[in-house]
C-alpha cells in the first residue's frame, strides 16, 4: 500500500533534464493532489533522491530526461511505453521506498498520464462543464501496473460558433478566459487538435479585411456583424492559439473562403489574399480545413473538387507543410436541398443520389496523397474498406439543442467511432454545436476519441463516481440509464425547438409521448432522491435542471398534442389541455429564469461592460437564430404564441 496524504513524508521527482510539459505535469499532480489531501507535495529533482528521507514518492517523466528512468526501462522493470503520446503507471519498491513511476516517451505523453492517473486512480472528474474530487487525508494505492495510448493520431474538439452565438456566452463572445478554460479540459481529456472557426464570424471583422480585401469597403452590415471590438477579439483568438501551441496542440484553421460581401469567391487571387491574411493574424496552421461550403451556390457555378484544388495550391502557396482538409459534409448538401420531401429537417434531407455521392469521392480520388478527408458523421458514407488508403478523419456532431433528450443514444454513439478504428482513420473531431448541452455524451465522446471500444456502461460508472458522491452515484446511474432509455427506445424527433413545436408535432405519436415522458420522469424523480447528499454539488444542479427542463418540456408537448387533437372537435378540453401545455412551460420558464447562463440580460450586461463593445449590435443580432436556443425570452415568445390558440368555451359542440 502506497500513502500520501497528512503526515506522510513525500516527493515528486522530476527527470534532471525535465523542461516544458514535464514540468507542468509536475506541477498539475502537485496541485491536485494538495486539493485533495490538503498537502503540497514538494516537487524536486530526481538527483536529490539518494539524499531525501521521504516514505512514499512519484518519479515522472521520459527515459530521455530522467536518468533513473531510463535504468528503469533498461532493467525491464517497466515497459517501455507504446507511442509518443502512450504511457506507463507502475508502482514499485525501489531501495526500499515505495514510489509510483509516471513515465511516457515524451513530455505530452508525461501530462496525458498524470492527468489519467488523477483520474482513474485518485477519483478526480474532469467534465465539460467542471471539475470535482474527493476530499480525503490520506490517499492510499494498492498495486499499479496500467499502460495506455490514444487510438486516434489527431484527436480534436469543436465548440461552435454559431448556434446560440447572439444568445450565450458561446465561442463567438468568447474572450481568452472562455479559450483557456477550453484548452484546459481539453488536455485533460487527451485532445490534441485545437481548431476554431475562424471565418463564420472573422470575415466581418474589419482587421481582417483590411489585410485580406484592402481595395474592398464592407457594407454597414459587415462593418456591424459584432458587438465586441475588432481588435479586442483578434487578440484573445490570437492568444489562445498561442496558448494551445504552447501546450503541444496541433493547429487547424476552420476557415471557408468568403468574400466580404459574404459570397464565396475561388478566385486564386483572391485565396491567396484570404488565406494570407489568416497566416499573417494567427500564424502557419498545421491544417486547413476549407470546404466550399456549397449549401450556398457559388456565383460561378464553382464545383468542389475545382475549388478545392485551388484551395489546395494556394495553402501550398502560403502556408507550405500546411494539410488541407476536406470534408464529404459538402459532398451532400445540395442534394439534400432539392430532393428533400419539403422538409428541411434533418431527416427530411436524407434522400440524396448515392450516385452522385460516389460521383464526387470518385472525383476526389484524384485529390493528392497529403489531402486528408474528414467524413462527416456516422454512417454517411465510409466505404467498406476505407477510403482506399488515403487519410482520412472522422467527425461527428453531438448536440444541437440544450435540454433536449440526445441527438443519439449513447450505445450506437460507439459503433460508428470504432467502425472508424477499424478502418485506421486517422483522426477523430467531435463536433459540439450547442457547447454544453448534453455534458455527459460530451465526455463519453471525449473518452471514445481516446478509447474507441469503450462501451457506454462501463463509462457510465466511471462517469458517476468522480461525479456524485459516494451515497448517491448508483442512483445517478440508474437516472441516466433510464434517460439512455427514453433515447434509445422511442422516436422524438422533431421537438428540438422550443420555438415552433407546432410544426413538428404532428410527426410524434402521441403513446410514444407518453412512455417519453414516463422514462423521463421517473429519471428525474431518481435524481431528487440524491438531493440532499448533492445540493451543494454545482454538477449536480447543473444535471438536474437539464433533467427538469426535459421534463417540463415533454410534458407541454404532450398536452400540446392532445390539445391538437380536439381543436375542431371539442374546444373545452382543446383549452384545458392547452392550458396545462402553459402551465408546463412556465414551470420550464421559471427554471430557466434562476440561471442566468441563459438568459439574454445577462449576457447583455456582460457585453456592456466590455469596452468599446456596441450593445446595439448584439440587440439586432440576439433576433436571430431563434429557433436553435433554450432561453426565458424565448420561451416567453412560446408561451404567448400558445395562448392565443385558446378559443372561446361557447364554440364547444358538445355542449350544443
Not at 478545392?308 to 482538409?325: A, N, W
Not at 470534408?327 to 427530411?348: A, H
Request: hydrophobic fraction near 40%; proline fraction near 5%.
Amino acid at each position: 500500500m502506497i500513502k500520501f496524504g497528512k503526515s506522510i513524508k513525500s516527493v515528486i521527482f522530476i527527470g534532471k533534464g525535465a523542461k516544458g510539459s514535464e514540468l507542468s505535469a509536475a506541477k498539475e499532480l502537485q496541485k491536485y493532489i494538495h486539493k485533495i489531501t490538503g498537502v503540497l507535495i514538494p516537487v524536486k529533482s530526481e538527483e536529490s533522491m539518494k539524499k531525501l528521507r521521504f516514505e512514499s514518492a512519484f518519479l515522472i517523466g521520459t527515459p530521455f530526461t530522467s536518468e533513473a528512468l531510463k535504468e528503469l526501462v533498461e532493467n525491464h522493470l517497466i515497459l517501455t511505453p507504446k507511442d509518443d503520446e502512450g504511457f506507463v503507471i507502475k508502482s514499485l519498491r525501489l531501495n526500499r521506498l515505495d514510489v509510483i513511476v509516471i513515465v511516457g516517451l515524451t513530455g505530452i505523453a508525461v501530462k496525458y498520464a498524470v492527468y489519467k492517473f488523477l483520474e482513474k486512480f485518485c477519483d478526480v472528474g474532469f467534465f465539460r462543464d467542471g471539475e470535482r474530487h474527493p476530499s480525503l487525508e490520506v490517499l492510499e494505492f494498492e498495486e499499479i501496473d496500467y499502460s495506455d495510448h490514444p487510438k486516434f493520431k489527431y484527436r480534436g474538439y469543436l465548440a461552435h460558433t454559431w448556434i446560440g452565438e447572439t444568445r450565450y456566452r458561446s465561442t463567438g463572445l468568447w474572450l481568452f478566459d472562455d479559450w483557456k478554460r477550453l484548452l484546459d479540459w481539453m488536455s485533460k481529456k487527451g485532445f490534441n487538435l485545437f481548431f476554431p472557426i475562424l471565418t463564420y464570424n472573422e470575415i466581418y471583422v474589419r482587421q481582417f479585411l483590411r489585410r485580406a480585401f484592402p481595395d474592398v469597403d464592407p457594407s454597414e452590415a459587415a462593418r456591424k456583424a459584432h458587438p465586441l471590438p475588432d481588435e479586442l477579439r483578434l487578440k484573445s483568438l490570437r492568444k489562445a492559439i498561442e496558448y494551445a501551441r504552447k501546450a503541444g496542440f496541433k493547429i487547424a484553421y476552420w476557415a471557408f473562403p468568403r468574400h466580404p460581401s459574404g459570397v464565396e469567391v475561388y478566385e486564386e487571387e483572391a485565396l491567396k489574399r484570404f488565406i494570407g491574411a489568416l497566416v499573417d493574424l494567427y500564424g502557419k496552421p498545421d491544417f486547413f480545413i476549407a470546404s466550399p461550403w456549397c449549401e450556398f451556390p457559388s456565383p460561378g457555378g464553382v464545383s468542389r473538387w475545382d475549388a478545392e484544388k485551388k484551395i489546395y495550391r494556394t495553402i501550398k502557396l502560403i502556408s507550405p507543410g500546411s494539410d488541407l482538409v476536406v470534408m464529404t459534409w459538402d459532398w451532400f448538401i445540395p442534394f439534400w436541398r432539392s430532393l428533400s420531401t419539403g422538409s428541411t429537417g434533418f431527416f427530411g434531407r436524407l434522400r440524396f443520389p448515392f450516385d452522385k455521392i460516389f460521383a464526387e469521392w470518385e472525383a476526389h480520388k484524384k485529390m493528392p496523397d497529403d489531402v486528408i478527408i474528414a467524413d462527416w458523421d456516422r454512417n454517411f458514407f465510409i466505404p467498406t474498406n476505407g477510403f482506399e488508403g488515403r487519410r482520412w478523419w472522422y467527425q461527428t456532431h453531438i448536440s444541437f439543442e440544450w435540454f433536449d433528450l440526445p441527438f443519439t443514444w449513447f450505445p450506437p454513439t460507439m459503433y460508428p467511432v470504432n467502425h472508424a478504428y477499424e478502418k485506421k482513420a486517422e483522426g477523430i473531431i467531435i463536433f459540439n454545436i450547442a457547447e454544453f448541452s448534453n455534458v455527459l455524451l460530451c465526455d463519453y465522446m471525449a473518452e471514445l476519441s481516446w478509447n474507441p471500444k469503450l462501451k457506454f456502461e462501463h463509462f457510465l460508472e466511471y462517469y458517476a463516481k468522480r461525479r456524485y458522491s459516494r451515497g448517491s452515484w448508483r442512483t445517478m446511474i440508474e437516472c441516466y440509464k433510464l434517460l439512455e432509455k427514453a433515447s434509445r427506445d422511442i422516436f422524438v424527433y422533431g421537438l428540438a425547438s422550443w420555438v415552433d413545436p407546432l410544426s413538428n408535432l404532428e410527426k410524434v405519436l402521441e403513446e410514444d409521448l407518453e412512455r417519453c415522458v414516463s422514462l423521463c420522469e421517473e429519471s428525474l424523480s431518481k435524481a431528487l432522491k440524491a438531493y440532499d447528499l448533492e445540493r451543494n454539488n454545482d454538477l449536480y444542479r447543473n444535471d438536474l435542471l437539464e433533467l427538469k427542463l426535459v421534463v417540463y418540456k415533454l410534458k407541454a408537448m404532450l398536452h400540446l398534442k392532445r390539445a391538437m387533437k380536439t381543436r375542431y372537435e371539442n374546444p373545452s378540453l382543446f383549452n384545458k389541455n392547452l392550458s396545462e401545455c402553459i402551465r408546463w412551460l412556465k414551470k420550464a420558464l421559471r427554471e430557466l429564469e434562476g440561471d442566468a447562463r441563459f438568459s439574454i440580460s445577462s449576457t447583455r450586461d456582460w457585453i456592456k461592460q466590455v469596452p468599446g463593445a456596441d450593445i446595439s449590435v448584439y440587440d439586432e443580432a440576439s433576433k436571430v437564430h431563434r429557433s436553435f436556443v433554450t432561453c426565458p425570452e424565448n420561451l416567453r415568445g412560446l408561451i404567448k404564441q400558445i395562448e392565443k390558440l385558446r378559443q372561446p368555451e361557447e364554440k364547444d359542440k358538445s355542449t350544443n
